[in-house]
């Protein structure tokens, strides 16, 4: 009996890349600059891994993509790519992965209690994920917020590790905070695989035509107080 083939995409940032996984194997992971957000060099790469291994698109029976929040562009052309192969290939089953979610899966090997994603959402705003540890598992604490540093940090619980890609441009500092090392900051392809395998063996799949990018600004002004509420004390 042939493997169950798995593809995950992370284009979020500026650090893409692709993941072959094999049943519960990670097969291989393909890191590329994804700074110029091209579908065409995503493709490339993604037929070019497949090849390595002897395998045609129509063979794959999953794939995981990293929907966001991150780059505009970035997450567009992930979730396109990723849409387009499942229309294309029929009975490809697709895993949404929320990219705050993949980058808290590398701090966790760490000691924390409470954990923090950060991201910039620009005029001195942040986008604050937290998350908890659920025996095993990392689960989301609440929904995201978008609010000033300062904001989030009175209302954020303690002790807080924080990580993400957002800490490079804002200083967030103060009693028991600590910050995960710079390397760990964010997506990987190895990440988004770990997790969309997680998912789909839960169940947790999305229809190739409902997968959407998820960006740093929705509605906010409007609804902040409302979200700081929900994820701190819901």
Known sequence: MKPRASIAIETSCRCGGIALGLDDRLARVVDFDASSRHATTLVMRLRSLLASVHLRPCELDELYVSVGPGSFTGLRVGVTVARTLAQVTGGLRCVAVPTA??????AAELEWG????????????IHASLFARQGQDIVPAGE????????????????????????????????????????LRLPTA???WRVGRCKAQAGQF???????????????????QQSQTTLFHG
């Open 101 to 106: 979610l993949a980058v808290a899966h590398r």
């Open 114 to 125: 409470n954990l923090a994603v950060i991201l910039d959402a620009r005029q001195g705003h």
């Open 144 to 183: 995201p917020v978008v609010a000033t540093p300062a904001e989030f940090l009175a209302a954020a619980p303690r002790p807080l590790l924080l990580t993400g890609e957002g800490l490079g441009y804002h200083e967030l500092t103060g009693d028991d905070i600590a910050q995960v090392d710079p390397s």
């Open 190 to 192: 190895e990440c988004v």
């Open 206 to 224: 999305t229809d190739y035509h409902l997968l959407l990018p998820i960006y740093v600004r929705g509605p906010f002004f409007s609804t902040r």
